[in-house]
């Protein structure tokens, strides 16, 4: 994913400009920094969420991220994950049943669902805790 010359907004107040930054697949990108310095515009412009004033998001095919249709733009975001600090958990559900529920709306059929589950559970450390309730786990 390329960000190319971007400006990022918040109504009249200039968030961030003048950013160039390469993301290549497989990466894990850490967004730090003080309340009010723009992690979450950010991310919100990496999801599409949140035109730029200026400049481009490309993505690694190649195509213009705020060019893209809705159905384009859903079917990109599956590819990227985003873990906020306070988590978006259902904290009355296990994880294994978090990451089946966000699959589930994501349009992913039952049996790949069944299928990913321990795949990407083992990717992230957490497949010996699989049934363990989110209030049970460390943050």
Request: glycine residues 8%; hydrophobic residues 40%.
């Amino acid at each position: 994913m390329q960000f190319q010359d971007l400006e990022i907004r918040y109504g009249n107040r200039k968030i961030l400009s003048d950013l160039n930054l390469s993301i290549e697949p497989g990466d894990f990108v850490f967004v730090i920094g003080p309340s009010g310095s723009g992690k979450t515009s950010f991310i919100r412009t990496l999801v599409g969420e949140l035109a730029p004033k200026k400049g481009k998001v490309i993505t690694d095919d190649g195509k213009d991220l705020y060019s893209m249709s809705a159905k384009d733009l859903s079917l990109f975001r599956r590819k990227i994950g985003v873990v906020f600090q306070d988590f978006k958990l259902l904290e009355s559900r296990t994880v294994r049943e978090n990451v089946a529920f966000a699959m589930e709306v994501s349009g992913y059929p039952d049996k790949l669902i069944e299928r990913r589950i321990p795949e990407v559970l083992t990717d992230v450390n957490m497949l010996s805790k699989r049934d363990s309730f989110i209030p049970n786990l460390s943050g």
